[in-house]
Structure formats: C-alpha cells, structure tokens
C-alpha cells in the first residue's frame, strides 16, 4: 500500500535509495547534503536496507569507490553538494565514460569563494558537459520520484549512463512536506532487477578503463555523444511507466499554464513552485503569462523545448549560476542557441539570481516578466541582466 | 586577569568577526588563547605570521585573528600553506586543522607534507569527529562508537595522528589537550620556533557531537575526561602497555633533527654554483 508522509526531501531521497534496494552507498558528509548518508546509515543499521555504507574519507573517494563497485555491477549511490561535487570532478567523466548507472543525489549549494552554504545551481552547472543524465526537482515528492526514475532509466540496458538528480540544497533538502510513499511491489515493478552485462567477472573477463589511442579516442567520444542522446526515449518510457505504476506525470519539458501565453517563466528546480505562484496571479489579471519548468538539462530536450515555445513571444530566463565572461547563464545561453536557427522564435531575457541564497520571492519573478516584456518590445543588447544586486539599479544589464 | 585579557583582545577582530560560531563548551577557543600567548610569548610580529585552516568549526579559528590569515577549501591548509612559504621562505607559516581536515580529506597532504619536511607548524585539532557538518565519524573516531554516520557502531579503526605523522617523517610531534592549556601555549611556541614540518595533535571537546555520541556529556565532564585520560609521555614510558590502554599520552613525542626542505634547496643551489 502506497501511503501518505512527511518527510524532509533528503529522507525522501534516502526512502526511493532503500526501496530501490541499493547494494552500495559511498558517501563523505558535505551540508546540505548530509541528512541523505545519514538516514542510509540508519537503515543500513536497522537492517531496514541491505546494502554496505562506507562512510570514504572525500568526495573523491565517494565517487571512485562507486566507480568500482558499479563496475562488478553492484547498484551504486552517492550523494553530494558544493565543493563535494566539483573535488569528483575527475572521476565523474569515469562513470559517464565507462557507461555506470551510478545514482547521485546533488543537494545543490553554491561553490567558494566566498564560502557559502546556501543554494544556487553553480555546482550541477560546472559538471554539465561530464556527460551523465542530469535532472531537476521542483519539490520533496519530486526528489523522491526523480530518484527511483534514475536507478529505472540509468540501468536500463539501452541507456547505461549515471544519472545527477538535482535537489536544491536547503529549499528541499531540510523542508518538511507531505508526500506520498509508493507500495514496494509496485517500484520492485518499475525498478526491475539490475543486471549489468560487462561486470567484472573472473569467468567472463572484460577489461575496463582501457587507453584509447587517437586513432579510436573520437569514435569512442563521438559513440558516447549519440548513446547519450538516443537514451532520450527510455528517460521518456521511463517517466511514462512512472505515471502507469504511480500516477504521476513527469516530463523533460513541462508547462504551465502556458496556453495562449506570450510570456513564459522559465526555471529550474524549486523556484519553479515560486513562478507558478506569480503566474496564478497574473492569469487571474487577464495577462497571458505562463511557466516552463525545463526538468531535465542533459541530454536536452530540443524538440520539446522548441514546441513548447513556438507560439511565444518572450521567455524570461532564471539562471541561479555565473558563467563568467561568457554570454549570460548557462541555461538561457543553451536556450537561445536552442532556438537560434528557428524560424520563428521567441526573445530569450537571461536574469542571473539566486545566488549563494539570495531569496527570489514572487515580486523579483514579477518583475522579470515585466522587465522581459520591456525588452521584447523596445529591444536590447544586453547579455543578461543580474537580479537583485545590492546598489545596482534594476535594468542594469551586462553588455558583451 | 585582565592582562590576559589586554593580550587576546591585541590580537581578536573582535570588532568585524563576532560572535563566532564555535557552541558554548567548544575547545578551539582555549586553542586560540593558547595560539596567541605562544605567538606573543614568542615576540612574533603581526605580520611574521600567516594562519592557514582548511573548513570545519576548526578552519574558522583563524578568521578571528588579526594575523595574514587564509581561510581555504576543506583539506587543502597545508598544500596553501606549501606554496605561500615556498614564496615567502620568511614568514612563520602555521596550518590550523580539524581530525577530517587534516587526516580524511586532505590525508595525502599530511603525509607527504611531512615527508618533505617544510617549515610549517601543522595545529591539528582532534576532536575525533566531523563537528562543522554535525557529528559524523572521522579518522579519529573511536572503534565502535556511535555517531551520525555510523549508528551501528564505528566499523573502522582510528588513525593515530602523532603516529602517522612520525612515520611520514615528522621531525617535530607533540600532543596535548585543551584542558592542559598552559602546556599546550609551550607547546605550540616551541613548534613554531622550530625548523621543520612541526606538529601538534591538540585532543579538543567537541561538547555537542562527541560529548552526545560518546555519552561523555557535557563541557565540564569533557574537560574532566581529558583530565583524567591523559598521561605525559615520561610518565608514560615507566607504564605498561595494559596500563597505558585507553590513555593519551601527551607532550613532545618527537623532537629530532632533519634538513628541511628549504635547507637541502639551499644546499643545492649552492653545490650547483660551485
Ligand atoms: C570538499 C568538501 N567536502 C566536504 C565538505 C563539508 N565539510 C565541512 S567541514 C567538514 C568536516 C569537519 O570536520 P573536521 O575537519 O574534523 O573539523 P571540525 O569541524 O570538527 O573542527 C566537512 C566534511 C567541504 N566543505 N568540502
Ligand atoms: S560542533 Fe563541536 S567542534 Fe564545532 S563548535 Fe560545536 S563543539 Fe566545537
């Protein structure tokens, strides 16, 4: 029997690990992150999950270790934020190259300097070319839900890529909310038993982590790049199954009230709550507003994407991550790319916000819709414009 | 008194910094007072030292110094501190760490920082569990003991940092405890003054995570166990090994001299010009 509880999103996510039925969690604490080992330990303590939790002494090693277990073919998680994140940098090209499905919950916090707890999505954003399946969450039943997804679409046998679910660091990690926890037969259905067909095994032996000369180093590269873009088509069969078993709808692009809309709202992760906030208001006032949750980030969605927008005439872009000297956030520079050789398309308004904590409440989302109307209409030739920037008047851009 | 307090307050930013973070009962701020009047004692200038921490309740310490003080990414103190006395061969450069600090995440730098024996004074603060993120297990956390992490009971065996260190080719070790404050003050002027990779295990109360994990329980009863736990090493050497169990045994473990790195740089410079 499903049920119905309250848990804070880290306890959510250590729910989906032990219903999976993970053989292996490596994990060195970094906060926000450190509810997820710790409610593993418990369970793995109480005997409420079977698997061996190694407390490794840095990311790094949470990763390597991972690395090794995922290559016998032992279901492998880890968890991490921040600093945590950017120190496996190395060994996350490992597991994405050497096609592990290795699930890692990203409670996501800003990187030094200046050290800083809070949330914003520099951490996720610096390992987007790492070449894993990257998705967000807007709320604790998602970070439940997108969990239990990435174990189902990581391993299935026409995908075999690690998989970064994206939970924003204290907005979900340390918030309480009601959520629902499925009937165990019905994830054992959805998550069937993890096979992996190249494990490390005496009596077959395959060989792992093998040179790659120039003369083979591209068409390995170039086989991954299409690996990683065909598997589009599980990640949707799998949130298809997702809502047959469970009932819940998820998609790579979702919208919100944006039928008619001229102007979208565009963020990711938990601000997405906030956003759909403001557009009821604005609906209720007669302006066609609407919002577009892009859920997941890589490998990205472009024909959903460039649907969902073909009608609209503006997006007002959230990114919650610097890319220094560069043409704006990561996300809205990906999305005009996105868009550039359409025919039609919509003006993409980059904002930067969010940063290390800073609040983005309903009245700075009110005012990127306006802003970002303004824009449309009169022109402009800024790159981006940072939100909420303590003695920066509002309507400052950066120019290229 | 009041002297005493004439002295800390030279040296606080107690203007810009405060309140610190540490909880009520922490040991890293008799550390702190211990670090100043060794400093002091030793006729420093401000400006001949630069204080170096990684993260961690401990990597806060130097922030409310008014020294040159550097505040790094968790670990990596001693390869910062590597560099800026590689730069500036003048300064007295000192590295202050928590156990995770200096023997999990950034173990590798301990290790080989001692084996190159730089002239750097290591302050390892060994409060036996990660404090800053909330009482989870360390390299120095007791076999068998119950903490955030391991709730089943520790499953693996603590580092011996002063050991570690020792054989990584420390010329300098020494251990004490907040609670011996007056010897640990001698302690680190001493390390400070001395050439080489010098370092100090500093046994601390972490009063909110240990003393609740370990059933120690508060300030005052952590205090008392370091007090009644601790045996100095000539007292030590007349004792057996049965008798040493379950004791820390604190003051200067090792005391030798090595060429440190800058000495044998020098001298090959100077072989090279002959
Ligand atoms: C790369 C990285 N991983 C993890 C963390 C999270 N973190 C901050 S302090 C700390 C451990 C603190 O323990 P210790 O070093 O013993 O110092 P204490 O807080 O006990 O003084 C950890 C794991 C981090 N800041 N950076
Ligand atoms: S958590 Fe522990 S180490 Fe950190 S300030 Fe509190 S008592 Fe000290």
């Known amino acids: 029997m499903s049920k119905r509880v309250v848990l804070e999103a880290s306890h959510a996510v250590a729910e989906a690990v032990r219903m999976a039925d993970v053989d292996i969690v490596a994990a060195y604490p970094i906060t926000p992150q450190t509810h997820i080992p710790e409610r593993l330990a418990e369970m793995v303590a109480d005997g409420d999950l079977d698997a061996a939790y190694v407390p490794v002494e840095s990311e790094h090693s949470a990763m390597s270790c991972v690395l090794g277990s995922a290559a016998v073919g032992a279901r492998s998680f880890t968890t991490t934020a921040s600093q945590g994140l950017v120190l496996m940098h190395e060994a996350l090209y490992i597991a994405s190259s050497h096609r592990y499905p290795i699930v890692m919950a990203i409670c996501n916090r800003a990187l030094s300097a200046p050290i800083n707890i809070w949330c914003d999505h520099s951490d996720v954003m610096a390992c987007r070319d790492t070449g894993w399946i990257q998705v967000f969450c807007q709320n604790n039943q998602e970070s439940f839900d997108m969990t239990l997804w990435a174990f189902r679409v990581g391993e299935d046998p026409d995908v075999m890529f690690p998989v970064m679910v994206n939970l924003d660091g204290f907005i979900l990690s340390h918030v309480t909310e009601p959520l629902i926890l499925p009937d165990q037969d019905d994830v054992s259905r959805f998550i069937p038993e993890y096979h992996y067909r190249l494990a490390l095994d005496p009596a077959k032996p395959t060989s792992h982590g093998c040179f790659g000369l120039p003369d083979i180093y591209t068409e390995v590269k170039y086989s991954q790049e299409l690996a990683l873009r065909k598997s589009r088509s599980v990640i949707d069969k799998g949130w298809k199954e997702f809502s047959n078993i469970f009932g819940r709808e998820y998609k790579a692009v979702e919208t919100y009230k944006a039928e008619g809309a001229s102007t979208l709202l565009v963020t990711m992760g938990s601000l997405g709550e906030t956003a759909k906030m403001v557009i009821d208001e604005r609906r209720a006032n007669g302006e066609a507003v609407g919002h577009l949750n892009l859920r997941l980030w890589r490998p990205f969605p472009f024909d959903e994407f460039r649907d969902a927008v073909k009608d609209v005439k503006t997006l007002a872009v959230l990114d919650r991550c610097y890319s220094f000297g560069g043409p704006g956030g990561p996300v809205a520079s990906e999305l005009r790319s996105a868009l550039y050789n359409q025919e039609t398309r919509p003006h993409v308004v980059g904002f930067i916000g969010g940063i290390g904590g800073r609040e983005v409440d309903a009245q700075a989302f009110g005012y990127m819709i306006d802003r970002a109307n303004e824009i449309t209409e009169k022109g402009s030739d800024d790159l981006y414009e940072p939100l909420l920037v303590r003695g920066l008047e509002s309507g400052t851009g950066v120019r290229g | ?274």
């Open chain 2, 1 to 274: 008194m009041t002297g005493q307090e004439h002295l800390i307050h030279r040296y606080l930013r107690s203007s810009k910094r405060f309140p610190h973070v540490w909880c009520p009962g922490c040991g890293i701020g008799i550390l702190l007072g211990a670090l100043v009047r060794a400093i002091d004692g030793n006729g420093y200038g401000k400006d001949d030292i630069v204080l170096i921490s990684g993260i961690g309740c401990s990597g806060r310490l130097p922030v409310y110094l008014d020294f040159n003080t550097l505040h790094t990414t968790h670990g990596r103190a001693l390869t910062f501190a590597t560099g800026i006395k590689l730069a500036k061969p003048k300064l007295k450069v000192i590295a202050i760490m928590g156990d995770g600090d200096a023997s999990s995440i950034g173990g590798n730098h301990l290790i080989h920082s001692a084996r190159r024996n730089i002239d750097i004074t290591a302050i390892i603060i060994n409060n036996q569990i990660y404090g800053m993120t909330g009482g989870q297990s360390s390299p120095t956390t007791p076999f068998g003991l119950h903490t955030a992490s391991s709730p089943f009971g520790h499953l693996e065996h603590p580092f011996d940092i002063a050991k570690l260190v020792e054989a990584a080719g420390a010329p300098f070790v020494a251990r004490s405890t907040v609670y011996h404050a007056r010897i640990l003050e001698r302690l680190i002027g001493t390390a400070i003054a001395k050439s080489g990779f010098s370092v100090i295990e500093v046994m601390s109360p972490c009063v909110t995570h240990f003393g609740k994990w370990s059933g120690i329980g508060s300030a005052v009863q952590m205090m008392q166990w370091q007090k009644d736990n601790t045996v100095s090493i000539e007292k030590a050497r007349n004792m057996t090994p049965t008798e040493l169990q379950g004791k820390v045994v604190t003051g200067v473990l090792i005391d030798a001299h090595k060429p440190t790195f800058h000495e044998e740089h020098a001298r090959i410079s100077r072989e090279m010009k002959d």
